[in-house]
């Protein structure tokens, strides 16, 4: 069965750091993209990064949080890391994995095109 369970949220100063976590079970992470997205109250689910270890790991950034946060691969290997650094308010939401199995570059971002997604971890940023 696949699962995913996201973790490492919480509540952050303006400026500071957190580290999310998302932890896959039932499944090889090989052949498959796994994306962070995140969903602030009243907007629609945005795409904020996704790797992929069928391209060697490409590494996938949406504008708002490039140079800011950073995606990684864990050790165990079963799990994907999001470091985000220099938080602002406006990147408070509740943050989601998924993993997609059929995936372009041009594709990464949309959600439509991930199969299982995790039950998601509040990131709140006060200001």
């Known amino acids: 069965q696949f699962r995913l369970v996201e973790s490492g949220g919480g509540l952050v100063q303006n400026g500071g750091s957190l580290r999310l976590s998302c932890t896959t079970s039932?499944?090889?992470?090989?052949?498959?993209?796994i994306g962070w997205f995140r969903q602030a109250p009243g907007k629609e689910r945005e795409g904020v990064s996704c790797?992929?270890?069928?391209?060697?790991?490409?590494?996938y950034y949406a504008e708002s949080v490039k140079g800011r946060f950073t995606i990684s691969r864990g050790n165990a290997k079963n799990t994907v890391y999001l470091q985000m650094d220099g938080l602002s308010p406006e990147d408070s939401a509740i943050y989601y994995c998924?993993?997609?199995?059929?995936?372009?570059?041009?594709?990464?971002?949309?959600?439509?095109?991930?199969?299982?997604w995790g039950q998601g971890t509040q990131v709140t940023v006060s200001s």
């Open positions: 039932g499944f090889s992470l090989d052949y498959v993209i």
């Open positions: 790797i992929s270890t069928v391209a060697h790991g490409t590494t």
């Open positions: 998924g993993a997609a199995f059929v995936w372009t570059p041009d594709t990464w971002s949309r959600s439509s095109i991930y199969d299982h």
